[in-house]
């Protein structure tokens, strides 16, 4: 279960599963992605093996799903559906903490073709033969906000990667929180040359939007050359020396609000998405029946009224922009059938 807080996890889970938590599990304090001296320590921890089915849900299951797949694990899905429709239609879930055996897993190198430094994604600035894909809503794109949640970054700056296409990932999930048809994801990337050679890079805030773009242009669309920038604008936008492209001024002043950040961070719009689906290559053919994640919110941390005063600064730098809210419903779901 990858997710951004134990509270969901310690209310119930799918029988048999451990915690990931994105935040001091997957990422450092700095929103670094985990070296691989981490991740065999994790994995190992969680009793994972060469040879172990990984299935990933919750909060962001396509950055579990990238991770493993960097490191080179060689069997990892995501589950097709919410965590809600996997409980209302009678799959097992328990309260209980799973306890399983230790393993000792020696993890490969990173692979350099999934992932892109700050040095690439500077190198592909305005390069013909690669597209930046700025997969953020449009207020972080046009530097009205630097964290999803609305806030800025005191020791950051707002905006996008000159030359970087806006095709946000807003909700790539139908109603039952399976991923889109195939024809639907391509209306929904439009702007990308889904049929071209050119290399794609991907990013967003912290990578969890970034791995989820990733996986539907390689997994479901079967595009390739596409790599994922995971230090994406929390890294770049707070390089002093990176460029910086912006059609929205820049405020000062502004203070941060780590609770209200951690609460949607990397969520489009701080929506909940519905946690979905499905595994390895041929994840774009049939599907057929089997299991469902919703989404949580950690509760906001810090002094109410100083929430107050940065929500009230907010509503000055950019009137009316109050985010949607949504929460899931418990509906059965169809997952895709990888052959």
């Known amino acids: 279960m990858v997710d951004v807080s134990a509270a969901s996890f310690d209310d119930w889970h799918i029988d048999g599963a451990v915690l990931w938590n994105v935040y001091t599990d997957l990422k450092d304090a700095d929103y670094h992605t985990i070296d691989p001296a981490a991740m065999q320590q994790l994995l ?178 079967a595009r390739d050359r596409v790599r994922v920038y995971d230090g994406s604008w929390a890294e770049w936008g707070r390089t002093p020396d990176t460029p910086v492209g912006t059609t929205h001024p820049q405020p000062t002043g502004v203070t941060a609000m780590p609770g209200l950040i951690r609460m949607s961070l990397d969520t489009p719009g701080a929506r909940r998405l519905p946690r979905v689906v499905v595994l390895g290559e041929a994840a774009h053919r049939a599907r057929t029946p089997q299991p469902p994640g919703t989404h949580c919110r950690p509760a906001m941390r810090g002094p109410r009224r100083r929430r107050y005063r940065v929500r009230r600064r907010q509503r000055r730098i950019k009137p009316g922009s109050a985010l949607g809210n949504r929460t899931d419903s418990s509906r059965t779901c169809a997952p895709w059938n990888v052959g």
Do not use: K
Not at 62 to 75: R, Y
Not at 128 to 133: A, H, Q
Not at 172 to 181: E, K, Q, V
């Open 44 to 221: 190992s921890r969680c009793g994972i093996g060469p040879d172990t089915t990984v299935v990933c849900y919750r909060y962001s299951p396509a950055l579990g799903f990238w991770l493993l797949t960097l490191f080179g694990h060689a069997d990892v899905r995501i589950l097709d559906c919410s965590r809600a429709a996997w409980r209302a239609g009678g799959y097992p879930w328990s309260t209980a903490p799973s306890r399983l055996p230790g393993t000792s897993y020696r993890l490969g190198n990173p692979d350099p073709r999934l992932r892109a430094t700050r040095m690439d994604v500077h190198d592909a600035i305005d390069d013909p033969g690669t597209t930046l894909l700025d997969v953020r809503s449009r207020p972080e794109y046009d530097g009205e906000r630097f964290w999803p949640s609305g806030a800025m970054d005191p020791h950051g700056r707002a905006g996008h990667v000159p030359s970087a296409v806006h095709q946000p990932i807003e909700d790539p999930y139908d109603s039952r929180g399976a991923f889109l048809p195939a024809d639907e994801l391509r209306r929904a990337f439009s702007s990308v040359d889904l049929g071209g050679t050119g290399e794609l890079i991907t990013y967003c805030t912290i990578g969890g939007r970034a791995a989820t773009a990733w996986f539907v242009l390689t997994q479901l669309l």
